[in-house]
């Protein structure tokens, strides 16, 4: 070992020992990078709590979405049924309408016709110049009254036909609305509701299972035909096209457990399908329909 030893003569260097302001740094700094950490780790929990809300919101504001569709579905059904009545209506008044203008213009041309001739009378003086005119004038008034006549005979005519027309309207509306009230309290959604809809004895029930055809062929369910268009497993709803004597009914984004009624045969019979179950290219579910069929009719049986 070699020690050290200052020269003779020459100065002693002392050991530099670090100031203590360089402990102070290095403890903000630590508590600085702690603070950041900290700061850094509450955002991030924040924020995850944010998105998290944000998520159910969102999945409830669909749900709210998809109600909303449905109610409008349903509107655009009602609508549809009565427009064509509605088209009828409005066809029966354009041609009330047009009688009218008709009515008027034949008062107008007869006015026309009266100052032309009292025109004429005004400049011949003689008493058989007078006579013709005036026997002109009375054929001029005879035909138009009769055509008027004629006019308002057709204008009677038509007025009956757009209160009869109104008066079918009334009742289309009446029977739609009753089949969107009806029965709705009386669904099973499941086969042991189905069971004890059953046992109450009041509707016949049947039952069916149907898959998406390949070639747009129906399927028999009791005195009705079915087939489906579409399938939505994921939001459980579906498309079905309803075969009822010769009139098809179509139905659009319809809802598991959601009661589709129509109206079947000249005496109304009220029908029901509540699909329980929506798979990809199948539904399964039940036909409901009344078992009295002339207790049930909803339009009088007239005598023959």
């Known amino acids: 070992m070699f020690s050290l030893k200052p020269k003779e003569g020459g100065s002693t260097h002392t050991p530099v020992t670090p100031p203590e302001?360089?402990?102070?740094?290095?403890?903000?700094?630590?508590?600085?990078?702690?603070?950041?950490?900290?700061?850094?780790?509450?955002?991030?929990?924040?924020?995850?709590?944010?998105?998290?809300?944000?998520?159910?919101l969102e999945?409830?504001?669909?749900?709210?979405?998809?109600?909303v569709k449905t109610l409008k579905q349903r509107d655009v059904d009602i609508?549809?049924?009565?427009?064509?009545?509605?088209?009828?209506?409005?066809?029966?008044?354009?041609?009330?309408?047009?009688?009218?203008?008709?009515?008027e213009r034949l008062k107008a041309d007869q006015e026309k016709a009266r100052e032309q001739l009292a025109s004429e009378l005004a400049t011949k003086a003689s008493s058989s110049d007078v006579a013709a005119v005036s026997t002109k004038v009375t054929e001029v008034q005879q035909g138009t009254d009769t055509k008027i006549g004629a006019v308002s005979g057709e204008v009677k005519t038509v007025s009956a036909n757009l209160d009869a027309t109104k008066k079918d309207l009334a009742d289309s509306r009446r029977e739609i609305t009753d089949v969107k009230t009806t029965l709705s309290a009386q669904i099973a959604r499941n086969s042991t509701e189905l069971n004890d809809l059953r046992k109450k004895g009041e509707r016949d029930y049947f039952e069916f299972d149907i898959s998406k055809p390949k070639k747009n062929e129906l399927s028999r369910v009791a005195d009705i035909q079915l087939q489906l268009r579409r399938t939505d497993p994921k939001k459980a709803k579906y498309d079905m096209l309803i075969q009822v004597d010769d009139s098809r009914l179509e139905k659009k984004d319809r809802t598991a457990n959601e009661p589709v009624q129509f109206l079947v045969g000249k005496d109304k019979l009220r029908y029901e399908i509540v699909?329980?179950?929506?798979?990809?290219?199948?539904?399964?579910?039940?036909?409901?329909?009344?078992?009295?069929?002339?207790?049930?009719?909803?339009?009088?049986?007239?005598?023959?």
């Open 21 to 56: 302001n360089t402990n102070l740094l290095k403890g903000g700094i630590i508590l600085a990078l702690i603070l950041i950490l900290g700061v850094g780790y509450n955002a991030y929990s924040t924020r995850s709590t944010l998105e998290g809300r944000i998520a159910v």
């Open 59 to 67: 999945k409830q504001l669909a749900g709210q979405v998809d109600e």
């Open 79 to 103: 609508s549809a049924d009565i427009g064509l009545v509605t088209k009828k209506v409005g066809l029966t008044a354009q041609e009330l309408d047009a009688s009218r203008k008709y009515a």
């Open 275 to 304: 699909v329980n179950y929506v798979d990809k290219d199948r539904i399964r579910g039940y036909l409901s329909a009344p078992k009295d069929k002339a207790l049930a009719a909803e339009r009088p049986v007239k005598p023959e």
